[in-house]
């Protein structure tokens, strides 16, 4: 089918490669045309495991190709909307890019379209998108079909999540725009992806639902962090006894610096917002915001706790970025670490494999070191931020000689207290026994 995506985001690049990839005719459309001309070089621009590859296979091929004009959309059967909705100062979600690239594309609109809502949105935008199309398009009210398709792709796993979604969740009002939607994933579900169909209210919203019970499940492990490092006790055991019963599962119930990124907080705020404006009170939601905020400043604590007064101190964070796998620091718990920390009067130096130049254009206070040794030079302790593979093979020893003080926050819970404390090093947990020997 003929396919053109509006927005090369995480979400747009990753929806019109994967659509390439398995046999549509693709154009990516951005109003960036820096972005696009990269695009059209084969240059991604952001770092994700598997999508230069993807990418290139797509230009290659002739089925995915990148333009920033909208007439591009001409002959389009099926259109995405992939642009950003972030959260305004009030939390409510921002969807003033959504309704300018509708009323953009819909001159250009040449026939009948399934017009698809990828972006995050609160429940009833879709509605919205529509009375937008037709308003502009009166003499196509018949043809447009507005659905929802929100996506589920979690960063560093993108292309992994692409062509092996959990589920595809489709949320239509006809049987034009569910026809449509099981033709364009067609290969996805005849491999095995389990398809979902609702109305489209539910799809907006399950959406938002499945971030923020995401989001709650972590901050339920980082507030029982908190209670085990009062009754001595290991979040990490107690999250793997928790999870052993399949009803409650393993994942999302690390303890650490919490959750960042662009979705959860944004999802979070939106959904809260979302309930408030639809009449129902949602504390719970700003409970799971609290306690994420409250890892951070149990953070510091350690800190302070093993080092005094923080002027005078070099503190060495390993990993920049929100969470492994991606260079993406958009609320990454470990830049507002690093804000805390520097605030305090501590010099800060962070690595990280892939998130550097990022966390060095959103903090410029911070000093980002070229590897993880040369951030670990003469520093008064190390924080554990990001849990990177590289991280896990660190040479304790090294580390220890280039280390002012053999110290470890271990913000991830990375390393196993025994070992390191083994090796010599004072070590920090969290909701973790702590060291036998401090008092
Ligand atoms: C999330 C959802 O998982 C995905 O389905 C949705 O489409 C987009 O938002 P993403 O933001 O890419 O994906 O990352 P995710 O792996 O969910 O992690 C989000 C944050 O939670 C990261 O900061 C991560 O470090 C943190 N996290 C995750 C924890 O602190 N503990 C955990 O156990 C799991």
């Given amino acids: 089918m003929r396919v053109v995506v509006v927005g090369t985001g995480h979400v747009g690049l990753l929806t019109a490669a994967t659509l390439s990839a398995i046999g549509h005719d693709v154009v990516g459309m951005d109003e960036d045309e820096e972005k696009i001309e990269g695009l059209t070089k084969g240059i991604s621009p952001f770092f994700e495991p598997g999508l230069s590859e993807l990418i290139d296979k797509g230009t290659t091929a002739g089925t995915l190709r990148f333009d920033v004009a909208p007439e591009a959309v001409g002959g389009a059967e099926v259109l995405f909307i992939c642009v950003g909705t972030p959260a305004r100062v009030s939390g409510e979600a921002n969807l003033v890019a959504i309704e300018r ?95 979902i169909e609702t109305d489209i209210a539910t799809a907006e919203l399950a959406k938002h639902a499945s971030n923020a019970f995401l989001a709650m499940k972590i901050s339920y492990a980082n507030a029982l962090a908190r209670l085990c490092e009062r009754a001595n006790a290991d979040v990490t055991a107690v999250a793997d006894v928790m999870g052993s019963d399949p009803r409650i599962g393993r994942a999302f119930l690390d303890a650490g610096l919490g959750w960042g990124g662009y979705c959860f907080p944004k999802d979070l705020q939106a959904f809260e917002r979302l309930a408030a404006r639809l009449g129902y009170d949602f504390p719970l939601l700003r409970e799971v915001e609290r306690i994420n905020d409250e890892a951070i400043v149990a953070a510091v604590e350690k800190v302070k706790d093993a080092l005094w007064n923080l002027e005078d101190k070099r503190i060495a964070l390993l990993g920049l970025s929100f969470k492994p796998g991606t260079d993406d620091v958009r609320l990454s718990p470990a830049l507002a670490l690093a804000r805390k920390l520097i605030d305090e009067g501590a010099e800060v130096v962070g690595y990280d494999p892939e998130a550097g130049a990022n966390a060095k254009s959103d903090l410029p206070e911070l000093v980002v070191a070229p590897g993880v040794y040369d951030a670990l030079e003469g520093a008064h302790c190390i924080v554990v931020c990001t849990e990177w593979d590289e991280f896990r093979s660190l040479d304790l020893d090294r580390a220890k000689e280039l280390l002012a003080h053999p110290i470890i926050v271990d913000g991830r819970n990375l390393f196993e207290p025994a070992e390191v404390r083994g090796r010599g090093f004072v070590y920090y947990g969290t909701g973790r026994a702590s060291d036998p020997g401090m008092h």
Avoid: C
């Avoid at 609160?122 to 043809?143: H, I, K, S, Y």
């Fill in 101 to 195: 690239s509708a009323r953009a594309i819909a001159r250009h609109l040449s026939g009948p379209i399934v017009v698809v809502e990828k972006s995050t949105v609160p429940a009833g935008t879709a509605q919205r998108l529509w009375r937008v199309l037709t308003l502009e398009r009166p003499d196509l009210a018949d043809e447009i079909e507005v659905v929802s398709n929100p996506e589920f792709l979690r960063e560093g796993q993108a292309v992994e999540d692409s062509f092996r979604p959990g589920r595809i969740l489709v949320g239509a009002r006809s049987e034009r725009g569910f026809d449509g939607m099981r033709r364009l994933y067609g290969p996805l579900i005849e491999s095995g992806a389990r398809l």
